[in-house]
């Protein structure tokens, strides 16, 4: 099926969430090394975006190095680093010229100086881009992230530039990794698991959540269309029951 000629444009989502897994599982599969997997995976990497800009999605966040990462055996977090390196720096013209605008989420500040570097000169590169927004997780964890918004909320309260009823959803919002960027309509995971890895807990609450099978390398354009299709046909209710969303509709 084309599933690309099926997409409603009317109902793209804004952000799109990817965890990218099975690599490794990819590259064991042919007998090869899990590097191997990773470096294929950066392919996938390209397709996603793609079909994000021929989508019209604005962000795209794709999550590729978790904080537990860091306790994979040495020899793969020293390659993974070197790859996020080579890539940024041979793609980083090829992303200015498609318009596309590089931000990064997560502790990125304690990535090794050669990244660090690497991410800042992509980030700044883009700065002014309009296309569409890719998001690197890096380094990245949930439970980090909403500690880190709460001891900042905690502070602002102490020294009594906010009140206790000035905490709502919007100024959690505020603190995150995340600010100013809205909550992804749609989270992906490859491979076949079927857990969120400590993976964007508060922006995920009311997300469609699509598992697939497929390992990363493996992931082309087509299936991120049919994952897009399938989220064009869930009913999104935030609690309500279907005929009030018959009513809301109505209105539009
Ligand atoms: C995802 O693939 C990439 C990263 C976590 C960096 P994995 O390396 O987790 O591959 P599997 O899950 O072991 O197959
Ligand atoms: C999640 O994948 C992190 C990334 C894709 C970067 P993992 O492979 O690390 O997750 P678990 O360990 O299977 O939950
Ligand atoms: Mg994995």
Known sequence: MDYKEKLDIDNIPQHVA???DGNG???KEKGQMRLFGH???VESVREALTAATEMKIKFLTLYAFSTENWNRPKAEVDGLMDLLVNT???EIESLHNNDVRLLT???TNHLP???RNE???AIERTASNKGTVLILALNYSAKLEIKQAIKRIAEKYKEGSIELDDIDDQLVHDHLY???IPDPELMIRTSGEIRISNFLLWQLAYSELHFTPVLWPDFKKEDFYRAVYEYQTRERRFGLIGEQLNELNKDD
């Open 88 to 90: 940024i720096a041979s």
């Open 25 to 27: 599982r990819w590259a």
């Open 39 to 41: 470096a294929t995976g």
């Open 178 to 180: 995340t600010a100013g």
């Open 105 to 107: 989420i997560g502790d």
């Open 119 to 121: 991410l800042l000169k």
């Open 18 to 20: 990817i965890i990218m």
């Open 113 to 115: 100086d050669g990244c």
